[in-house]
């Protein structure tokens, strides 16, 4: 009889396994496709040069062509230490028509100050101005050039300090940053 409930012991413990396994793997799955998504729709914003704030993604309706123009901006021209930022690249063909985005290299012309990682997102180092700009992966053709300053932040309010709200209900904040030098700024990327 010992042995018959050993046996029928490991069986249920077998038919358990197998149901957690097939639980954790249909669980797994799920999680898998949520982040497939998600880096998808991510990939998307970042090769298609949009902000992804706030914007139609628009590389997929565009046509592809010859570029004749680069045009770079950017959010702001001051920036906090340490902070990132995606500038917006935006392609155009010899009649002045939007075309699909193209491989480019980022320039900056001093590298302590920022740097730009693989996917464009730029970074600011230190302190100084530098600046940036965008040439087709050949060099045969330049951006315009942006220059960023990284200002020396002393320390930040918010403005207003004080605010009421209805339910739902929405209202800017200003940052204003009071630099090193004694400035007052409200344009800073922080």
Known sequence: MAKKIR???RDLERQERAQYGKKEKEELSEINAALDAWKNQFLAQVLG???GIGEPRLSQSLPSGVPDRIELSVAGRKMGRGVFTKPQLKFFDSNGRR??????RWIVDDPNVLVVDELGVVQSLTYGKA???ADLADGSMSSNEVIIEVVHIRSICIEPEEIELPMGGRRK???VCLCEDGTELRDVLL
């Open 7 to 9: 046996e029928l012991a």
């Open 173 to 175: 904040l200003d940052a």
């Open 131 to 133: 600046s940036l700009r």
């Open 99 to 104: 075309i699909r985005p193209v491989p480019v």
């Open 49 to 51: 040069g949009s902000s």
